[in-house]
């Protein structure tokens, strides 16, 4: 017997696909997908500061810890209360890991990068105190799903962005909003 029909479950699993398909790169989607928790980031960004600091290109990651505490709320909830696969929430995950790792060729990039990310965690909700609120009503889980779908634009933007090596204006699309894009120079 299959399970019944979830449609914010579903929602869920239509974001994640749809950044997977407009990243457009299996392998790196596969890289992705092994970054599965908040801590496997933090390992990742511990060794990463050893590294700055052995080159002298020490730059401040703590601004992002807020952010990631949010996020790992965020997780905590649409775990409990949507009952996610894995993949979604790696999908919250590694993108993290691998804009740090591409945005570090350029000191300004990065601190972008880390700034960006830092002030993203300003307009997030208190989840912790929001997380009652979705557990009582199933209509408002669609606002997980639109916060999700928000992060994964940043981060496809971003991705975008730093895997690019011409030095020229590309065209990229913004996932959930067929038809519309907008210029971003690259380089």
Known sequence: MT???????ASFDNVARDFKASLGDKELVDEILKVKTVDDVCDFTDKFQKEQGRTGRLRNLNKIQPYLETLRTYAGVIEVLVQTKQDVLCLIWGPIKFLLQWADSVKKSFDAIVDTLADINLLFPEFKVAGKLFESNELIKDVLVLFFRDVLVVYLIA???????QPEVKRITIIGQPGRSFSMPCG
């Not at 399970?3 to 479950?9: G, K, L, V």
């Not at 991705?159 to 090596?165: S, V």
């Open 3 to 9: 399970a019944p029909y979830d449609p914010i479950h």
């Open 159 to 165: 991705l975008k962005f730093f895997r690019k090596k």
